[in-house]
């Protein structure tokens, strides 16, 4: 059979970083999507949220989170955090330097007409205090198929070096 | 991995209708590693997603999982158990569509006993909702060649249920 792990679409930030990343226009030829996030941001906090868009949507999202920081271990329900869904936090630019937060999403059955169900799996690690392991249920209650996957922060600027990268699998 | 060089589906399966489970079986023994993923609902709400291997119903399996259903992280163990679970402290929905992620490491190898890791998402669901992951562990030196995926309790795997395995290729 056919190989099916396939590179869709990448970005990389550019010197002066970027507001967005932005994958548009994804095909409906594959059955599952993986996109692989490393980012930081020059937000003053040490770590902030980022958020996820499906189709631009800033509705209906929600998600069941557990996280562990190194000395305990919490979860915590997730609705809509500005206008998106929370996947996790992100190294801001006072963590050590050259660190970045790392994510794993896999969106089953993206252009069924269900609504979607999705898994994260995040690190954010510093080499210091308030470091994290995160587990991410997410479900996008839409009906329509994926077209576009948006992945933003609020308040401050995703740095140069943070790159996305989005994979289709088709199974068949 | 480079892109587009593995993951090569062995086979699919989307139920028509409510079963009380999916197997694979004959898989091939040519790959490093499977994973196995499934998504949709299950008939009983709350219902956990396991798995048997090659026909094995004895107490073969054990698990750690590590889960949070919203307020509380939990971890324990399972010993001695007829299966692996996807999940153990959270549940599967009867209507928000869920997902499950597994690795089923040097599976077609005669000498070791075969591991496993899982991870089960149901964001939306009204009874037992939550992330999970889990360690498994099935205590035979036989080569995987089959995968029964079914829910607990002898409860269906709704319409729409879907599971598809890949194999992974080291080299």
Same mark, same amino acid.
């Given at each position: 059979?056919?190989?099916?792990?396939?590179?869709?679409? /990448?970005?990389?930030?550019?010197? %002066?970083?970027?507001?967005?990343?932005?994958?548009?226009?994804?095909?409906?030829?594959?059955?599952?999507?993986?996109?692989?996030?490393?980012?930081?941001?020059?937000?003053?906090?040490?770590? !902030?949220?980022?958020?996820?868009?499906?189709?631009? /949507?800033?509705?209906?999202?929600?998600?069941?989170?557990?996280?562990?920081?190194?000395?305990?271990?919490? #979860?915590?329900?997730?609705?809509?955090?500005?206008?998106?869904?929370?996947? %996790?936090?992100?190294?801001?630019?006072?963590?050590?330097?050259?660190?970045?937060? @790392?994510?794993?999403?896999?969106?089953?059955?993206?252009?069924?007409?269900?609504?979607? #169900?999705?898994?994260?799996?995040?690190?954010?690690? +510093?080499?210091?205090?308030?470091? &994290?392991?995160?587990?991410?249920?997410?479900?996008?209650? /839409?009906?329509?198929?994926?077209?576009?996957?948006?992945?933003?922060?609020?308040?401050?600027?995703?740095?140069?070096? #943070?790159?996305?990268?989005? &994979?289709?699998?088709?199974?068949? | 991995?480079?892109?587009?060089?593995?993951?090569?589906?062995?086979?699919?399966?989307?139920?028509?209708?409510?079963?009380?489970?999916?197997?694979?079986? /004959?898989?091939?023994?040519?790959?490093?590693?499977?994973?196995?993923?499934?998504? !949709?609902?299950?008939?009983? +709400?709350?219902?956990?997603?396991?798995?048997?291997?090659?026909?094995?119903?004895?107490?073969?399996?054990?698990?750690?999982?590590?889960?949070?259903?919203?307020?509380?992280?939990?971890?324990?163990?399972?010993? #001695?158990?007829?299966?692996?679970?996807? +999940?153990?402290?959270?549940?599967?929905?009867?209507?928000?569509?869920?997902? !499950?992620?597994?690795?089923?490491?040097?599976?077609?190898?005669?000498?070791? &006993?075969?591991?496993?890791?899982?991870?089960?998402?149901?964001?939306?669901?009204?009874?037992?909702?939550?992330?999970?992951?889990?360690?498994?562990?099935?205590?035979?030196?036989?080569?995987? @060649?089959?995968?029964?995926? &079914?829910?607990?309790?002898?409860?269906?795997?709704?319409?729409?249920?879907?599971?598809?395995?890949?194999?992974?290729?080291?080299?």
């Amino acid at each position: 059979m056919a190989n099916t792990y396939t590179l869709i679409a /990448s970005s990389t930030a550019g010197s %002066g970083g970027v507001a967005n990343i932005d994958f548009t226009s994804i095909p409906a030829t594959y059955t599952d999507l993986n996109i692989l996030l490393s980012a930081r941001t020059n937000d003053a906090s040490i770590y !902030g949220a980022i958020k996820l868009q499906f189709n631009n /949507s800033t509705t209906t999202y929600s998600g069941k989170e557990i996280y562990g920081s190194g000395t305990a271990a919490a #979860s915590y329900t997730r609705g809509v955090t500005d206008n998106g869904l929370y996947i %996790g936090d992100v190294n801001g630019n006072t963590t050590t330097a050259n660190s970045f937060s @790392n994510f794993s999403i896999y969106i089953p059955n993206y252009t069924s007409s269900n609504y979607k #169900s999705v898994s994260v799996d995040g690190v954010e690690e +510093n080499n210091a205090t308030e470091t &994290y392991s995160r587990l991410l249920a997410g479900l996008w209650s /839409s009906a329509s198929a994926i077209t576009s996957v948006k992945f933003s922060f609020t308040g401050a600027t995703i740095l140069e070096y #943070s790159t996305a990268y989005l &994979y289709g699998i088709k199974n068949s | 991995m480079a892109a587009g060089s593995t993951y090569v589906p062995l086979a699919t399966n989307t139920l028509g209708s409510a079963a009380t489970s999916i197997d694979f079986t /004959s898989i091939i023994s040519s790959y490093t590693d499977l994973i196995l993923i499934v998504s !949709g609902t299950v008939v009983t +709400n709350g219902a956990g997603i396991f798995i048997q291997l090659n026909s094995d119903t004895a107490s073969n399996y054990s698990f750690t999982y590590l889960s949070g259903n919203g307020t509380t992280a939990a971890s324990g163990r399972r010993a #001695s158990q007829a299966y692996i679970g996807f +999940n153990w402290n959270t549940g599967w929905s009867d209507t928000a569509q869920c997902n !499950g992620i597994m690795h089923l490491q040097n599976y077609a190898n005669t000498t070791t &006993y075969k591991t496993t890791i899982a991870r089960s998402n149901n964001a939306n669901g009204s009874s037992l909702p939550g992330t999970e992951t889990t360690a498994g562990l099935w205590r035979s030196t036989s080569a995987i @060649n089959a995968i029964k995926v &079914y829910t607990a309790g002898g409860g269906n795997l709704a319409s729409g249920f879907t599971a598809t395995l890949y194999g992974i290729v080291a080299a």
